[in-house]
């Protein structure tokens, strides 16, 4: 790696990599070096695969700021992937135990039969941002790019292979097998991409701030659903915690009248509401009123989309700190951290194989088997390479076509979407065998009759003269 400049921020004995040319031949360009973006870039580093990591703010230490400021269970396996737990621990990060007031009451933790239940943690964006995009930046095989604004993608035969970015010294171009948007809800890279946007309206708008020295019963985090309304208080790191409101949108104009009073007053007439008048409040109140979901499709011939960019859900709920299922997709893990042994890496996704090595040693795993079917691929790695779709879970065999003369029948070469036939339910346990089908399709009237062909449902038998 050929480097030309680094960039050191004051007091945090770390340094990000800005090369002066990346070349046409990254393996992975990704746009955005927040929490997906830093995860999918080191995932995929240690897969062999090497990686641009882009990120538009010139400083290693930038944060997100409009966040629910807590990561939830289903994160906690990527992070440790990552290895950052133990730095997340030390850094003061609390797990996020709850209790939860709803019109029945309050629902207490509790200790549950059987192994320890799963967990994430509160902490603040201003420390886990820059923790994991310095450990991206020690990561061999990824080149942190900071200051590099995605302006346009580059397209080939209706496929992406790379982007143009805006820098300080000027307009670049890097080009990659793969590029991946992890650049938020507003995500530049889908709009350059034309990826279709489905836009959900979110009845709630939503204000928080972080306190000093607030009390919560047993140190844990509190949350109120108040249907329509709702309020969450989460302790974070440092000794700070975050409160937020979230009410229906019919409390909008006192909230534009007046902001902090319609805030205060509100947190003051939850039930068993924390005393927020003795607390030092040591931010601005800051938030949305119109906080859109979106949800958008994940691939794209030589695209792929992670993080805020592909979903965006109810702030209440943090998922936009869910880095854990689409982000092991893209890196070759299929979002099933459960499947994973520890000490074998993944396979890297198809679409930046070939020009990755493995890892030393560690000869690439093939794609594993469902069943006696095909390989199974990563969530849209089809799309990813150009073409197809995957294959969905579904019975051991595969449906049966018969040519026009009935000689003999044939194996149709997959599910929907991969030789237009459907699947039968599997044979046996007391099921009928189905008749033979002309041109795989199923005739309601029997053998001989002339039916319409079925639309809509599984595929019906067809009754035995």
Known sequence: MFLTEVDHHEGDGQRMAKPESAGPDYDVVISGASLAGSAAAILLARRGARVALLERRSRPTAYKTLCTHSLTANATPVLEELGLLPALEKAGAVRNEARWYTRWGWIEPGAAPGPELPYGYNVRRS?????????????????????????GLLREAGRTVGVRASTSEGERELRARLVVGADGKD?????????????????????????????????????????????????????????????????????????????????????????????????????????????????????????????????????????????????????????????????????VRGQAPAPPGRPPVPGRRLRQGPPVQPRGAADVLGGGARRRP????????????????????????????????????????????????????????????????????????
């Open 127 to 151: 420390t886990l941002d820059p923790m994991i995009r310095c450990r991206a930046a020690e990561t061999p095989g990824v080149d942190v790019l900071l200051g590099h604004r995605v302006t």
């Open 187 to 351: 995500s530049a890279v889908a709009g350059f991409a034309g990826v279709p946007t489905r836009r959900h309206e979110n009845a709630r708008f939503g204000y928080f701030a972080h306190f000093r020295g607030l009390p919560l019963r047993d140190g844990i985090s509190h949350a109120w659903f108040l249907v329509p309304d709702m309020a969450y208080a989460f302790p974070n790191d440092d000794g700070v915690t975050v409160v937020a409101v979230l009410p229906d949108k019919k409390r909008l104009p006192d909230f534009r009248r007046d902001l902090e009073g319609s805030f205060l007053d509100f947190v003051r007439a939850l039930p068993d509401a924390p005393p927020i008048d003795s607390a030092e409040r040591i931010t601005k109140i800051t938030g949305t009123v119109d906080y859109p979901l979106h949800t958008r499709r994940a691939t794209a011939p030589g695209l792929a989309l992670v993080g805020d960019a592909a979903l965006t859900g109810d702030p209440l709920w943090g998922g936009g700190v869910r880095v854990g299922p689409a982000v092991r997709a893209v890196a070759g893990g299929g979002g099933r951290p459960g499947r994973h042994r520890p000490g074998r890496p993944r396979p890297l996704p198809r679409a």
């Open 394 to 465: 579904g019975p051991a065999h595969a449906p049966v076509r018969v040519p026009p003369d009935r000689s003999a029948a044939l194996p149709e070469p997959g599910g929907r979407g991969q030789g237009g036939g459907r699947q039968h339910p599997a044979q046996g346990r007391g099921r009928p065998d189905p008749a033979p089908v002309a041109h795989g399709v199923m005739n309601p009237r029997g053998p001989r009759g002339t039916g319409r062909r079925r639309r809509r449902g599984p595929p019906r038998p067809c009754p035995r003269s």
